[in-house]
């Protein structure tokens, strides 16, 4: 058994090694590095926009939340894990996409929340960040060719906790979610719902238990919602390296698609 469990912890951080090779600049990537202000509060983020859609073509937009160690205000770092994932499967499928990347400050978080907790409620405002996050996505909307019935978010760690947030208040606007690693409140189950929803953690995470996916998942399907749930065995604070390198993952999100778009303020 102790054998086994040393392979599926090897084979997992061999994954993970893998979506953390050979990291090339936005630039280089095609992301444009931009910053977006509200008063005296600043968000640094990257854009991915494909270049030369067709004429009226609405395209899926992807929103992808950074953790704890992709803070800062280099504008950079947020691109560590996920994004070159998407824009593989965006180039192997001819699906155009485009790719939103803000940037967390240090000291601050997605969800003032303590991660290492056994549960959490949801603030009753959302931090200074995820404010922020959802003002520049709704102007992106505004903005860009998005198809408001394929707007998807995903997140691991700080951003795992962002994304049951963000989805939590918004419900309406999402046709898809990805949470990592992460934490929500279950109290907002019935909220979610119908939301097509793929959750991911490894068992052996001693950073946020694998115990905060599980009863998300459970409070979803008690409340009538069809989540899918992978827990990687002996993976430990890194199973995001498995989750983005999984192709099915993206194949499976660029399918989803709302049948009535909207935004709930």
Not at 50 to 67: A, Q, R, T, W
Not at 123 to 135: A, D, F, H, K, W
Not at 140 to 163: A, E, H, I, K, W
Request: proline share 8%; net charge negative.
């Amino acid at each position: 058994m102790k054998k086994l469990l040393l392979i599926g912890m090897l084979s997992g951080l061999a994954v993970f090694a893998r979506a953390d090779e050979g990291q090339l600049s936005g630039e280089s990537l095609g992301f444009e590095a931009r910053t977006y202000t509200n008063g005296t509060n600043v968000l640094h983020y990257q854009i991915y926009v494909p270049d030369n859609p067709e004429s009226g073509e609405k395209v899926p937009l992807i929103l992808c939340l950074h953790g704890a160690g992709e803070r800062g205000s280099d504008n950079h770092k947020q691109l560590k894990y996920g994004v070159k994932n998407i824009l593989a499967c965006s180039r192997r499928n001819h699906q155009p996409v485009i790719v939103v990347a803000p940037q967390c400050p240090v000291g601050r978080r997605w969800v003032e929340v303590d991660w290492s907790a056994d549960a959490h409620r949801m603030p009753r405002t959302p931090s200074v960040p995820m404010q922020m996050v959802q003002q520049l996505l709704q102007e992106t909307l505004q903005q860009l060719p998005v198809d408001p019935r394929r707007v998807y978010v995903t997140g691991l760690s700080m951003g795992g906790f962002g994304t049951w947030d963000i989805i939590q208040r918004n419900p309406a606007l999402f046709a898809a979610a990805v949470p990592v690693c992460g934490g929500g409140d279950p109290a907002y189950a019935d909220r979610l719902a119908d939301l097509p929803i793929w959750v991911f953690h490894g068992d052996a995470d001693g950073t946020v238990k694998v115990e905060r996916s599980r009863e998300m998942v459970a409070a979803l399907k008690e409340a009538g919602g069809h989540p899918l749930y992978t827990e990687y065995p002996g993976v430990g604070h890194g199973s995001w390296g498995p989750a983005y390198n999984n192709p099915d993952l993206w194949t499976w999100m660029f399918s989803q698609q709302k049948t009535e778009p909207g935004l709930e303020q």
